[in-house]
């Protein structure tokens, strides 16, 4: 997410989900020159605050989203440019609490829309991250 300064996140490619979805914290709303904002922290690595980044965005929508499980909830909805498979896009994503889930990040089949084909045969396709981010890890993890 190159747009708010966060070079690597581990995300799932799900094509069951509509939408994108981030792992977010202390999502707070406000307003900017008239128009609805959020501010959010993201987390890139599990377990780990080491690389928190701040991010101030523009409220794109909010949606009702209905978990696999079948629970709805209303969430904020952001533009974020994404960089997947070395193609950089720009995706709805809602921002959400997935302190639970594997992933900090899901990319939902609207984001694959974008020209991407899926092989739900094959995983972990994409790239690893760079050494230094490996090692603030495993030190931090």
Not at 33 to 40: A, I, N, Q, Y
Not at 126 to 134: D, L
């Amino acid at each position: 997410m190159p747009g708010i300064g966060v070079p690597w996140v581990k995300a799932k490619i799900d094509t069951g989900a509509r939408s994108s979805a981030l792992h977010a914290f202390g999502v707070t709303e406000f307003e900017r020159d008239g128009e609805p904002w959020v501010s959010f922290i993201v987390h890139p690595l599990q377990n780990s605050a080491r690389d928190e980044v701040e991010v101030s965005l523009p409220v794109h929508d909010r949606r009702v989203v209905r978990s696999s499980s079948g629970h709805a909830q209303r969430r904020i909805v952001v533009l974020l440019d994404l960089v997947v498979a070395a193609r950089p896009i720009t995706a709805e994503v809602t921002l959400s609490n997935r302190d639970r889930m594997g992933f900090r990040m899901l990319i939902g089949r609207e984001a694959l829309r974008q020209g991407f084909l899926v092989d739900p045969g094959r995983s972990y396709l994409g790239p690893r991250p760079p050494k230094a981010i490996r090692r603030r890890h495993r030190a931090t993890g």
